[in-house]
């Protein structure tokens, strides 16, 4: 209907004119770095017929400038029309302001009263070049162009302007007056910065006017300590304004801040700056040998540099070579000089490396200082615990320049180790080299202690040796994943006496590195890997095997090891494990005496241990399983609807995403009744999930059960990259294969600020026994969720026979149901004295109406006339709400339909709906709601205000007597059973019964 409104009102528009030629927007002049600026508009066909040509004028300050034809086709109503420019110019001086008028003329133009605009151009100030920041201009010719708390705030203690505290989203920009570049001259923009939090990358946007832009990056390091200096160069094409904005670097939970000072441009000379001496790495040589030096050089400006000549000074004498080559415009070479040295005695010595370039701009920045030990090589065997004084022979080397690198901390227990500390989520991308060893000839080991923080990362570390011949490789390879201690363990074979290294290297994010009792030996040394029951937590757990898994971290083969395990601390079972273990291998030994993990309700923890000391390493005798869970299975009716994380302590989680950001957990947000906790799969991985959650058992008897569970996808956002794939399943083991049973399917579903959808299936079980619920989340999106709430399981039995008579007290309403409209502030329907009542008042303008409450289930028997008696008042500021009774096969206000919409009156009335059954006896849910949403209103801040009260529900056949025990007398040879509540049950319920009157038990 909308459409249709719009082309009607579109059509009666091209009635009212033939030729009508309007401005519909002015593009330029506007503020701009340019002088001689074009003019360009949007013109608009307000007419039945196309115009192909019109006069464009245009007027400064009330005088006429030009006057031009333009031959351009403009449809009827085309708002997409391509602009129009023209190719005469409006000249401004800078700071000058000026009224630009723009008219249309067209012959036959029925409408002249739309054909001209005006714009009122206010020019920018310029900036002197070169320009010079000082104390007086920073705050005249730069400003700022963000907004609320995104933009650049000034520092006046620091003389600098600054974005602090914010999160990767920085959006705010620096904004300067006009720079009268000279065209195509290079330009060097040199600044000052100081950063926390992680890298930084600038970007410098320049602005030349008629919506031409340039941008150039620049990524800056933390500064740990004070401002640091650094500059770019570019060729600008003329007068521009400058745009600097930022974004902050590493992963996106990260947080940090930015000081930008002293920023000038000034003209581009040559220029090569000398970035880091690569060779020799860290501070720390061997004496004796000889030491390669190599640094990195970088190349800022804007020309090519030929044939650099590049120099060091380790204390004995100046090495002078030249590169054969060209290092171009923003390029970076790594050289390592042909002539290296060696030194004779332990000692200290400052090495210097620099580069020497003809017309070198700026000679500050041409050389590096690194003061340099030279150690004899240690002897072997060699062992550290990092808090020896030896630790200053290992050299942290910041392979990614960020600033972090290893370093030498204490632990909980004092003791130091080597730890890369990661506060800022930052990619890890760093080296630890050790002192030089002089190892013989023959196989030894290296042997050392590992452990990560949060295991939430995604950290790799890696151990390399280094022989005489600087040839590396690699003797260990492992993601960490353990805030336990874990050993790292290689054996290696050493042809010929000699000098050698070790290097760790770690790389990833997100999480710390921490290494240990570091040792290249001949020792010997056994450790546990790996301890673990022969059941997984569960329900109803018999006594089961122990297993622990040991590794030999020596050099000779063991065997006849004491092994112990103990559960609870309780007392130590011991056996002798004969299995030969080589070096390197892990074997596996199972206890013969079972662990009794039989109690129910109880958590296990499981401890083993080696008892015969083989070497003097103990930090790897001992080892934990994962606690164990043998838990009381549920009972029907079973209901989780994931209130707090403790709900789910037996549910099982699995996913193949990231666990960091995806995958199935407990969340804290709005679930389907009003409550703050569902079971929630995240997926920011862009990859196609294949996760499960796994319920607690569930004790169910062969026969006929309901499940039912409410879902809803992505609250905020729709579409595909939103959309959620999932499955539930149920079946006898929590386990992927052990899902037997299949519920329900749903494909690329997306529901966006709409309620949550129930389910609602009925489960043939086969046998009895203990059942688990499998969610199965399949969703490709790279982003959104799926959150479950409401998980229900009920045996399927008939509904209460006729007569039924509402009970409104707290205990009667046990049996009914209430739905909320999926939010927070939604009324809900309360018992108030006997009564049931939904109460919205002025003071409840900002809560929207009420849910539906629904009854038990019915039983109707065939070819029957029923009678649903209601009885009720309603005082509203509204006539046209009413109480709407609903009716359906299966508890669920989604498929529940209006079967009855009963008047409205503030007196007490009884209204009575007669409905006829079919030739079939069925079962069937009543509900009750207003129809505040049925008509189309979706705003109700101020109302309707209302008070709706039901005195009585009765449901009953035509004509019938009330009362349960009279249906009952009426005897027959195919009698039903009912239980306690009425209810009609089946040949295989177990409990009281009521038959032809009489109570008795079924077993």
Same mark, same amino acid.
């Given at each position: 209907m909308v459409f249709a409104g719009l082309a009607e009102s579109t059509t009666a528009l091209a009635q009212w004119a033939d030729k009508d030629i309007a401005v519909y927007y002015l593009l330029t002049p506007s503020a701009s770095p340019k002088r001689d600026q074009s003019v360009q508009f949007y013109p608009i066909n307000q007419g039945s017929s196309p115009i192909d040509e019109f006069e464009a004028r245009v007027y400064k300050n009330g005088q006429l400038l030009f006057t031009e034809d333009v031959h351009q086709t403009v449809v009827p109503n085309d708002w997409d029309s391509d602009p129009v420019r023209l190719k005469n110019t409006v000249h401004m001086e800078y700071e000058e302001e000026a009224d630009i008028k723009l008219e249309l003329i067209m012959e036959g133009d029925e409408v002249p009263n739309n054909n001209s605009t005006t714009m009122h151009v206010v020019m920018p100030r310029t900036m002197p070049y070169p320009f010079t920041w000082t104390e007086d201009n920073r705050q005249v010719n730069f400003h700022d162009g963000g907004f609320g708390s995104l933009d650049w705030k000034f520092d006046t203690y620091w003389g600098a302007y600054y974005m602090s505290d914010r999160s990767t989203n920085w959006m705010g920009t620096l904004i300067s007056d006009v720079l009268e570049f000279p065209e195509g001259e290079a330009v060097k923009c040199s600044f000052e910065f100081a950063t926390y939090g992680g890298d930084v990358t600038l970007y410098f946007t320049k602005d030349y006017g008629d919506y031409e832009f340039e941008t150039d990056t620049v990524v800056v390091g933390q500064s740990t300590e004070d401002f640091?200096?650094?500059?770019?160069?570019?060729?600008?094409?003329?007068?521009?304004?400058?745009?600097?904005t930022a974004a902050l670097g590493g992963d996106w939970m990260a947080s940090g801040s930015i000081y930008l000072r002293n920023i000038c441009f000034s003209q581009a000379q040559k220029d090569l700056i000398a970035k880091k001496i690569l060779q020799p790495n860290g501070q720390a040589c061997v004496v004796g040998s000889e030491v390669k030096v190599a640094a990195r050089f970088?190349?800022?400006?804007?020309?090519? +540099?030929?044939?650099?000549?590049?120099?060091? *000074?380790? !204390?004995?004498?100046?090495?002078?070579?030249?590169?054969?080559?060209? +290092?171009?415009?923003?390029?970076?070479? *790594?050289?390592?000089?042909?002539?290296?040295?060696?030194?004779?005695?332990?000692?200290?010595?400052?090495?210097?490396?620099?580069c020497v370039v003809e017309g070198d701009s700026d000679k500050d920045n041409d050389s590096l200082e690194r003061m340099i030990t030279y150690y004899k090589a240690v002897a072997f065997p060699y062992a550290t615990c990092f808090d020896e004084e030896d630790t200053n022979l290992w050299t942290p080397v910041d392979t990614n320049g960020d600033g972090q690198t290893f370093d030498f901390m204490p632990m909980a227990n004092n003791d130091m180790a080597a730890t890369f500390y990661n506060y800022a989520a930052l990619d890890i991308n760093d080296a630890l080299i050790s002192p030089v060893m002089n190892i013989p000839a023959g196989k030894h080991r290296v042997d050392f202690n590992f452990a990560c923080y949060n295991e939430q990362g995604d950290v790799n570390l890696k151990l390399y040796i280094t022989n005489p011949e600087g040839e590396m490789q690699e003797l260990f390879d492992r993601d960490l994943d353990s805030q336990w201690w874990q050993t790292g363990y290689h054996l290696f074979d050493v042809p010929e006496e000699g000098l050698y290294q070790f290097t760790f290297v770690a790389k990833g994010k997100?999480?710390?590195?921490?290494?240990?009792?570091?040792?290249?030996?001949? !020792?010997?040394?056994?450790?546990?890997?790996?301890?673990?029951?022969g059941t997984k937590s569960g329900f109803n757990l018999q006594p089961t095997t122990v297993t622990v898994s040991y590794a030999n971290f020596g050099l000779s083969p063991q065997r006849d090891v004491l092994l112990g395990y103990s559960i609870n601390n309780q007392e130590m079972v011991e056996e002798i494990s004969t299995i030969e273990v080589l070096p390197g291998d892990t074997v596996s030994y199972t206890f013969n005496t079972l662990a009794d993990i039989s109690q129910v309700n109880m958590v296990y923890d499981l401890q083993a241990m080696i008892l015969d000391k083989c070497g003097d390493e103990d930090i790897n005798d001992f080892g934990l399983a994962p606690l164990l869970y043998n838990n009381q299975p549920k009972q029907i009716p079973y209901h989780q609807n994931f209130n707090n994380e403790d709900d789910m302590s037996s549910w099982e989680l699995t996913s193949n995403l990231d666990p960091m950001f995806s995958g199935w957990s407990h969340s804290f947000m709005s679930g389907s009744y009003s409550t703050m906790g569902v079971l929630q799969h995240a997926n920011w991985d862009e990859q196609q999930a294949d996760s499960w959650a796994f319920s607690e058992g569930v004790e169910m008897q062969k026969g006929r059960y309901e499940v039912s569970y409410f879902h809803h996808e992505s609250e905020w956002f729709d579409g595909e990259d939103y959309e959620q794939s999932f499955e539930v399943k149920m079946g006898r083991e929590a386990s992927a294969e052990g899902m037997t049973i299949d519920i329900d399917k749903k494909e690329n579903v997306d529901v966006? /600020?709409?309620?949550?959808?129930? +389910?609602?299936?009925?489960?043939? +079980?086969?046998?009895?026994?203990?059942?688990y619920l499998g969610f199965h989340c399949t969703s490709h999106t790279g982003m959104g969720y799926l959150a479950i709430d409401d998980v229900s399981i009920e045996a399927l039995t008939e509904g209460k026979a006729l007569p039924f008579v509402a009970d409104f007290s707290e205990e009667g309403l046990q049996d009914w149901t209430f739905y909320n409209p999926n939010d927070w502030n939604y009324l809900q329907w309360k018992t108030d004295e006997g009564v049931l009542v939904a109460n919205r008042t002025y003071d409840d303008q900002w809560t929207d109406p009420e849910g539906m409450v629904v009854a038990p289930k019915l039983h109707l028997d065939a070819n029957s006339t029923v009678n649903v008696t209601v009885g009720y008042s309603v005082d509203c500021t509204d006539h046209k709400l009413t109480l709407a009774l609903y009716a359906g096969n299966e508890n669920n206000h989604g498929t529940m339909t209006t079967v009855k919409e009963l008047p409205i009156s503030k007196n007490e009335i009884e209204y009575t709906y007669t409905m006829e059954t079919g030739s079939e006896p069925q079962d069937i849910y009543?509900?009750?709601?207003?129809?505040?949403?049925?008509?189309?209103?979706?705003?109700?801040?101020? !109302?309707?205000?209302?008070?709706?009260?039901?005195?009585? /529900?009765?449901?009953e056949y035509d004509g019938t007597v009330e009362g349960i025990e009279q249906l009952q007398d009426e005897a027959t040879s195919d009698a039903h059973a009912y239980n306690l509540q009425g209810q009609r049950v089946g040949s295989n319920y177990r409990g009281i019964v009521i038959k032809n009157g009489k109570k008795s038990i079924v077993r």
């Open positions: 640091t200096s650094t500059y770019y160069t570019f060729r600008a094409k003329g007068p521009a304004i400058m745009h600097i970088y190349n800022p400006s804007t020309d090519d +540099i030929v044939n650099p000549t590049f120099c060091y *000074d380790a !204390g004995f004498g100046t090495v002078t070579e030249t590169y054969q080559g060209t +290092i171009a415009s923003g390029e970076t070479l *790594d050289y390592t000089f042909e002539q290296g040295y060696i030194v004779d005695e332990p000692s200290e010595h400052q090495l210097k490396v620099w997100q999480d710390a590195v921490v290494i240990d009792n570091f040792k290249v030996d001949d !020792g010997e040394d056994l450790g546990i890997t790996n301890v673990a029951f966006c /600020f709409g309620p949550y959808e129930k +389910i609602v299936r009925v489960v043939d +079980i086969p046998e009895d026994g203990i059942y009543l509900g009750l709601r207003t129809n505040t949403k049925l008509d189309g209103t979706q705003d109700y801040s101020y !109302g309707p205000y209302y008070t709706v009260t039901i005195t009585s /529900f009765k449901v």
